[in-house]
Nanobody, 118 residues
C-alpha cells in the first residue's frame, strides 16, 4: 500500500506559478514510477506528467509541455509538479498517483484544487 497526500494547490492569476507536492508513505517510494493527473469539471481525467523511479525519465502531455516540470526527491518520498505560465484552462483538481506492482496507477491521492483566474 502507498498513501499519497497532495498539497500546494490554490488560487493564482493567469501567468502565475504554483508548485504542487505529493508526499508518499508506505511501499518504498523509490520503487514506484509516479504521475500527475488533473480533472476539470465535466471533463475526463487527463495525464499530465510522469516520472520514472530514478527520476531520470519524464514524460509530458502536449498541453503542459514547456510549462510544467515534474521532479522527485526519493530521500523525502515526495514528487513535485512545478507549474509555470498558468492559464485559466489549467483550472482543475490535480492528483498524484503511484504505479503498483501490476504496472498500473493503483494508488491515488485525494487531490488538490488549482484555480487560475483570468
Amino acid at each position: 500500500q502507498v498513501q499519497l497526500v497532495e498539497s500546494g494547490g490554490g488560487l493564482v492569476q493567469a501567468g502565475g506559478s504554483l508548485r504542487l507536492s505529493c508526499a508518499a508513505a508506505g511501499r518504498t517510494f523509490s520503487r514506484s514510477a509516479m504521475g500527475w493527473f488533473r480533472q476539470a469539471p465535466g471533463k475526463e481525467r487527463e495525464s499530465l506528467a510522469t516520472i520514472s523511479r530514478s527520476g531520470l525519465g519524464t514524460y509530458y502531455a502536449d498541453s503542459v509541455k514547456g510549462r510544467f516540470n515534474i521532479s522527485r526527491d526519493n530521500a523525502k518520498n515526495t514528487v513535485y509538479l512545478q507549474m509555470n505560465s498558468l492559464k485559466p484552462e489549467d483550472t482543475a483538481i490535480y492528483y498524484c498517483a503511484a504505479v503498483s506492482r501490476t504496472g498500473g496507477y493503483d494508488y491515488w491521492g485525494q487531490g488538490t484544487q488549482v484555480t487560475v483566474s483570468s
